[in-house]
C-alpha cells in the first residue's frame, strides 16, 4: 500500500496542472510533453504494467533507446535520479521522484501471441495500441523500438533468461519524468507481458502533466556523473 509520504508527495498544486486523465485499463494515450514540463504516470489503483514508448516531438526520427539507457549508466534498473536517453546521446526524460522504483527495460511489450493465457475475447495489447497512437502519428510499425516497462520488476538469471517476480506498483504509486526536450510519450495501459495471471485486470492509470520547477545548479539527475553531464550538455544545445 501507498505510504503517508508517497500521498503527500503526490500532492499537486492545481495551478501548474496542465491536463490530468485517467487511461482506462487497455487503452492508450500520446502527448507531446514540453520541454520543462513533467509528466507524472501514477497508479491510484496499482499496476501490473505500463508501457512507454518515446520520441523526440520535433525530429521524430530520434527516440528511446533501452540499451543506451541501460549501457551509460551501468544500470539495467531504472530509479529516481536516472535519465531515459534517446539513440542521438540526448536526454528525452529525467526521473525527478518513484515512488514505485519497480521498471523493466529488457522485455518487451504485450501483443496478441503474449494475450493467448487469456483466453477468447478482446484483450488489448500494447504492441496493437502503439500502432494505432502511432499511425495517428504517420509513424508506423518500423518505429516502435524496445520500450520502458513502467510499474513492474523482472529478475534476470545467470543465464539470461527473464523471470516475473510479482513485485509491481501498489495504489499510489507514481514516476514524475522531467521532458528535458519536447517528448512525445506513447502510453499502453495493458499488463506487462510476462505477467503469469490468466485475468485480464489491467487497472486505470493516471497522467498528470504539470508544470514543473527549473532545474537548480545541484540538480540531481543533471550532475550525477560525467555522462549525464554531456548528455545534458547535448540536449541543452539543441536550445541554445
Not at 523526440?56 to 529516481?80: G, S, V
Not at 504492441?127 to 524496445?146: E, G, H, Q, V
Amino acid at each position: 500500500m501507498s505510504t503517508e509520504s508517497d500521498a503527500q508527495s503526490m500532492a499537486l498544486d492545481s495551478a501548474l496542472i496542465v491536463e490530468n486523465e485517467m487511461i482506462p485499463g487497455g487503452a492508450y494515450w500520446s502527448r507531446m510533453i514540453q520541454r520543462g514540463t513533467t509528466l507524472r504516470i501514477a497508479a491510484p489503483e496499482g499496476s501490473r504494467g505500463i508501457a512507454l514508448l518515446c520520441y523526440n516531438a520535433d525530429n521524430l526520427i530520434e527516440r528511446y533507446n533501452a540499451a543506451d539507457t541501460a549501457k551509460i549508466q551501468f544500470n539495467a534498473f531504472l530509479k529516481k535520479g536516472m535519465l531515459l536517453y534517446s539513440d542521438m546521446g540526448r536526454i528525452l526524460f529525467s526521473i525527478t521522484e518513484d515512488t514505485c522504483g519497480l521498471h523493466d527495460m529488457l522485455s518487451g511489450c504485450s501483443n496478441v501471441v503474449t494475450n493467448a493465457k487469456y483466453g477468447e475475447g478482446d484483450f488489448k495489447n500494447s504492441r496493437d495500441n502503439f500502432m494505432l497512437a502511432l499511425t495517428k502519428r504517420n509513424l508506423s510499425k518500423k518505429d516502435i523500438m524496445p520500450n520502458l516497462n513502467l510499474f513492474t520488476r523482472i529478475a534476470v538469471d545467470p543465464e539470461g533468461n527473464l523471470a516475473w517476480t510479482e513485485q509491481t506498483a501498489q495504489p499510489g504509486n507514481f514516476i514524475d519524468l522531467r521532458a528535458e526536450m519536447n517528448v512525445l510519450a506513447v502510453l499502453s495501459n495493458c499488463p506487462h507481458p510476462l505477467d503469469p495471471s490468466t485475468v485480464y485486470d489491467a487497472k486505470p492509470i493516471q497522467a498528470i502533466v504539470w508544470k514543473s520547477p527549473l532545474p537548480a545548479d545541484d540538480d540531481r539527475c543533471r550532475i550525477s556523473n560525467p555522462e549525464a553531464i554531456r548528455g545534458f550538455q547535448n540536449t541543452d544545445a539543441l536550445f541554445a
